[in-house]
T-cell receptor
Framework: DAGVIQSPRHEVTEMGQEVTLRCKPI?????LFWYRQTMMRGLELLIY????????DSGMPEDRFSAKMPNASFSTLKIQPSEPRDSAVYFC????????????FGPGTRLTVT | GESVGLHLPTLSVQEGDNSIINCAYS??????FIWYKQESGKGPQFIID?????DKRQGQRVTVLLNKTVKHLSLQIAATQPGDSAVYFC?????????????FGKGTMLLVSP
């Protein structure tokens, strides 16, 4: 099993540019989560999907952030326009909603906005 | 102004010692708990889990203890090794959430010296 796959692993962009982060969950998992991790705020849940449907996006910082899950094997997190304060490590995780509730995390995307 | 980072509690031990990492959880309705280990530059990795109908569960070199009365969770690592150095997070799943969401604690850094 390849585990959760994220791309790119590192992204450096200039303020104002659009950034798209990608995630491929573990095959068969029906829940997908996007997290952001910073030294200031720790690990924060941004949004999660169940069966490709967004369930709770209350953690999304503002309208500049959007997430989609067009099918069971792919999700994107987009930031447009990006700002320096968006610099963080973004993790994608997947799980089986029917339990157990262990979430499997990807390696993360380190985003730097200059 | 000066930025204030997330000051993680730190536990420093010698190789071969037993380590105990503590966590206080917030939701008395939570029925599932997980410990994750996060090494530098990697995503959180599952260590061990426990359901609320248990008060102790053992894995390989690790034991999780659950005290529901005081909403306390602990992770015990036997014969700690340098490779155990990482940040450890506890997480809880609220029974009434309906989904496999997890609420993460702030984390504890474990430093193991040879």
């Amino acid at each position: 099993d390849a585990g959760v796959i994220q791309s790119p692993r590192h992204e450096v962009t200039e303020m104002g540019q659009e950034v798209t982060l990608r995630c491929k969950p573990i095959s068969g998992h029906n829940s997908l989560f996007w997290y952001r991790q910073t030294m200031m705020r720790g690990l924060e849940l941004l949004i999660y999907f169940n069966n490709n449907v967004p369930i709770d996006d209350s953690g999304m910082p503002e309208d500049r952030f959007s997430a989609k899950m067009p099918n069971a094997s792919f999700s994107t997190l987009k930031i447009q326009p990006s700002e320096p304060r968006d610099s963080a490590v973004y993790f994608c995780a997947s799980s089986l909603n029917s339990g157990p509730y262990e979430q499997y995390f990807g390696p993360g995307t380190r985003l730097t906005v200059t | 102004g000066e930025s204030v980072g997330l000051h993680l509690p730190t536990l420093s031990v010698q190789e071969g010692d037993n380590s105990i990492i503590n966590c206080a959880y917030s939701n008395s309705a939570s029925d599932y708990f997980i410990w994750y280990k996060q090494e530098s530059g990697k995503g959180p990795q599952f260590i061990i889990d426990i359901r609320s109908n248990m008060d102790k569960r053992q894995g390989q070199r690790v034991t999780v203890l659950l005290n529901k009365t005081v909403k306390h969770l602990s992770l015990q690592i036997a014969a700690t090794q340098p490779g155990d150095s990482a940040v450890y997070f506890c997480a809880e799943n609220p029974m009434n959430s309906g989904y496999s969401t997890l609420t993460f604690g702030k984390g504890t850094m474990l430093l193991v010296s040879p």
